[in-house]
Every structure is written in C-alpha cells, then in structure tokens.
Nanobody, 116 residues
C-alpha cells in the first residue's frame, strides 16, 4: 500500500527555518519523481519543488534560493528545508508522487504558519 506522511510543520517567525519530511512506504522514493506542493488559505494547490529519480531538482520562482529539496534513500524520505520563511509561505504543505499536482497519491499535509 502506498502511503505518504508529512511532518515537521509548525509556527515560525519571519526569517526562520523549518524542515519538512515526507515518509514514504509501499514504494521507493529513489526511483520515483517526488514533489512538494502547498495550499494557502483560499487558494489552489501550488507546486513548490520536485526531485527526479536522477537527483535533478526544480523549484518554483517564489521559493527558489530559500528552499531545498532532498531525498534520503536509506530512510525512504523526501525532505524540504525551508529557510528565510515569509508570511506568504504560510500554507499546508503536501508531498506527492509525481513531478507536480494533481497527485494520485499525496500525504495528509503539514501546516506551516509564518507570523510575527
């Protein structure tokens, strides 16, 4: 059974950092395209970043230079290091299988709130 579980969200002040993790089971992240997307209040699902099976990474313009996606093959996880967080990064963050949404499989999401 394919399962994705996000963790690591929380409340942080502007300029702070968080590290999100997506634990996968039922398949191998090392051989899959994986991505992160987010949904801010009142808005649609927005692609954030993806990582291909060959290790190539891509980022949406709003977060490029501040976020970094990575993969831990031993733990079968995909991570998103988020630095220099801003209030407009506030959203529920999801990981999913595939380069971008819509996802056939995605996790339940983890809330990130950036506020002073």
């Amino acid at each position: 059974e394919v399962r994705l579980v996000e963790s690591g969200g929380g409340f942080v002040q502007p300029g702070g950092s968080l590290r999100l993790s997506c634990a996968a089971s039922g398949f191998s992240v090392s051989s899959s395209q994986m991505s992160w997307a987010r949904q801010a209040p009142g808005k649609g699902l927005e692609w954030v970043s993806n990582i291909y099976s060959d290790g190539s990474t891509y980022y949406a313009d709003p977060i490029r230079g501040r976020f970094a996606i990575s993969r831990d093959n031993a733990k079968n996880t995909v991570n998103l290091q988020m630095n220099s967080l801003r209030p407009d990064d506030t959203a529920v963050y999801y990981c999913g299988i595939g380069a971008a949404p819509p996802y056939t499989y995605r996790g339940q999401g983890t809330q990130v709130t950036v506020s002073s």
